[in-house]
């Protein structure tokens, strides 16, 4: 519910109050509601398209008080290339590249005692897991522990727990390859050599969120995640050429570009002294995350609440 319906409500009913008290106002005010912000944001394409006049200004009760006036850049890019392997079949993990995996699996031919070492391999790592037969094959399975695209940190990636094993058990194929060269236990992208850090709005991430494989093809989802100061489009190039080494391309699926707002602009100030004002703390200073929200969708426009902070 706070995540958005009550906000919806919350806002909806100012504007209920402000009609009824006759309230003179000297712009028209609207509310927006967009019902994919989670996904691919038809909803508020398609509203802008019909009615292109941009807000002069607006907030986003989608995310944290006192305010957000800025937030990282979110891609979506899609590795792809061959399995090219006697020993691995098949290899999926995790729902969505905005969410840390939980879980992992592949499948294996039985070319050697498989079923005995992943057993040892969880046991030594302290891993959940299971190891099964299926039509005279492996099937082996990792669980990890999810958590949002934005902070990696705070999850247990399943399938860099599922690619120790293969790494270990040195299974030939080029994704095997691929991953211990550039991707396992890296959220910040120093084996890419796409390492970056703001002092304003932090690390660049990058989570390993989906694998899947379809007959000999893999696709992996990255969800990549950029401060200030980083030129997206050459770190797209150095992708290219890095996985290219393992015969794999590179396509960028989908971006949301970095929003970043003046601190010192009259909205923020405006909302920054409202929020202060009913909160009785003086001493508030608005922030910036790794997540997204509709006030990328418009000009001028911020997040602000309705979540409060250690709250």
Known sequence: TEDDKGPTIA????????????????KRIKLILGNDEETSWRGVRHYFSLYPEAPVSGFIPDADFPLIYAEKGIS????????????????????????????AS???????????????????????????KDNNQVVIKVVGKSAHGSTPQFGENAI???????????????VVSLVEKFLIHDIHGTKLDILYHDEEMGYLTNNFGVIKSDGDNYTINLNLRYPNGVDFDKVVEKLSKQFAEFDATVKVDAH????????????VKTL?????????????????????????????????????LDK
């Open 11 to 26: 806002a909806y009913y100012a504007l209920k109050i402000l009609k009824e008290l006759n309230v003179p106002l000297s």
């Open 76 to 103: 979506r890019i899609l590795v792809q290339g061959k399995l090219n392997s006697d020993v691995l079949v098949s290899v999926s993990g995790g729902f969505r590249d905005n969410m840390v995996p939980d879980y």
């Open 106 to 132: 592949a499948t294996l031919n039985p070319t050697q005692g498989f079923e005995a070492s992943f057993s040892e391999f969880l046991k030594k790592k302290n891993y959940e897991g299971s190891v099964t």
């Open 160 to 174: 860099d727990r599922l690619f120790e094993y293969l790494i270990e058990q040195e299974v030939k194929s080029p």
């Open 256 to 267: 949301q570009k970095l929003l970043y707002k003046d601190p010192n602009s009259p909205l």
């Open 272 to 308: 920054m002294d409202v929020y202060k004002k009913n909160t009785n703390d003086p001493n508030a200073v608005p922030i910036n995350i790794g997540g997204g929200t509709f006030a990328r969708a418009m000009p001028n426009c911020v997040a602000f609440g309705p979540h409060f």
